[in-house]
């Protein structure tokens, strides 16, 4: 088949020709070949470009092509990392004399073959490669970064996206995912590498050692330091809890780390113990689906369970369920398992005078406003950030020393709980939820009971999303020319309330609109938009950085008198929440 009669992009054709002429293997060949007969269709999105390596990484679907996860394009980005990274120790202007990686993997397909490519590419670049010696979460690998004293660290995952994809996360030395400069630096660096000719593949194995069970120690170790409530732990060991790993790696370390801090009675969802890159028991390994939790929710309706969490496959993320005082079991969204989180950690120290004043915490700035009040009233400094994780990574490192870090995260299910890890950690989020429903039944109550503590004291607030798509570059403009919209003509007033204030993070200033003052955002410029009514409610509209779509994210507050109270609260904040939407016209 002639490639070049094929009615395909040009630059699919010139990409798939020079993989068919260049050094790659028969089989990606002859995969080539098959495409370019039976599926052209397929072979143009295989090839009609290269897979983008974005500022977290790389992220695609798996197969033959410059456009997909292959053990080709993931050593091309290696390479360029490995040049990079080098790149910048040499501009420091002393002989570098060794430079170290840390690289680890998820339980997805192909996971482990691409972890050691990377590290073989890293080894035969010079690189001193700790290479985990099976699959790790995503956490660990942080951890090891620094661990280790490493430059840099690789893991490969594609988080909580569907079993065709896979990725690659790229950290840098503070164990945190690349930040600017590092990110777009990195970027184009990888554009320089144009074909796997430009990659050394092999030739350093010797500088590849093995790491696990020393690392998994002291990782544990540190995990196990954040508990703040050993006793209540030693006196409740036997709340019962209903734990789903989702096929990923948390099940290589959080029932052990549950075992460890002394909870007797772990129940493990055991159909979703066994991990398997094909998610076989659950249509998306996504904690914030429904669906992905229900085993484990159905398991704790069969033993009557205290407390249910999961965590994504590279167990960074987690999901949890509660049971409600009609013993039905209600999925808690991002933000109110961190606002859980931030109270109790907050209380404790608290209690145990452990704040000194001069402690932080940090959460993004889309997240709910409930953990900042949370933090303020007790006297704790809270910094906003952007949307993504490894922004509160570089909040610590740029405050490490001056202040002391706490907790943090975000409200899409990520939470990180002390400094020796710079991403989100399941490991640590999972045990101290763990501790949370102990203590709660020390003072019998439910993890439930916590939640509505929270509300009747600082008040309940409620979120929602919407995701307006608009495909091609029509849609892509035609978002754009919403933000204009908004940044032009901003609503003076939302569902009737007025607006009080307006934070732009494109120009990185916040106008309060009632006393005319302007005051700098001191962080990057991102492309963000926020509203603030004078009921306090919060409206976000932020475009997607990867993907055809403008996302509005709504914060309402209300008043809960009781427990009792609490569904006919809720409904009247979604009942609000909705109102706003139809007067933004996104309904």
Known sequence: MDINSLPIDESAKLNAKAWLEGEYDEATKQAI???AEQNPNELNESFYRTLE???????????????RMNKYTVAMATQGLANYV????ESKGQKVKELRAAVSHDSRNHSREFAEITAHVLAANGYKVYLFDGMRPTPELSFAVRHFKCHTGVMVTASHNPKEYNGYKAYWSDGCQLTAPHDTAVIDEVLKIKSVGDVKMS?????ITIIGEEVDKAFLARVEANSLNPEVIKKHHDVKIVYTP????????????????????????EAQAVPDGN????PSPNPEEKAAMKMAVDLAKEIDADIVFASDPDADRVGVAVKRPDGEWMLLNGNQTMSVL????????????LLTGNEFMVKTIVTSELPADIATRAGIKIYDVLTGFKFIGAKILELEGVEQFIAGGEESYGYMIGDFVRDKDAVAACSMIAEIAAWAREQGKTFFDVLVDIYKEYGFYKEGLVSVVRKGKSGAEEIQQMMRDYRSNPPAEIDGEKVVCIKDYQVLESKDLVSGKVTKIDLPKSNVLQFFTD??????????????KIKFYFGVKGELCCKDCFDKTNDALDGKIESIKKSMNLI
């Open 535 to 548: 009921k306090g409610n919060k409206i976000t509209v932020r475009p997607s950085g990867t993907e055809p």
């Open 33 to 35: 070949r098959e495409m």
């Open 246 to 269: 989702l096929h990923g790696t948390g099940i290589t370390l959080i029932p052990r780390m549950l075992k460890q801090l002394g909870f007797t009675n772990v129940n493990v969802v």
């Open 86 to 89: 080098r790149k910048v120790e």
């Open 53 to 67: 390596f974005g500022t977290g990484g790389l992220r695609g679907i798996m197969g033959v092509g410059t456009n």
């Open 342 to 353: 931030f109270y109790y950690i907050v209380k404790q120290w608290q209690e145990k005078h």
């Open 203 to 207: 030739g350093g194995e010797q500088n």
């Open 279 to 282: 998610f076989p028991t659950t």
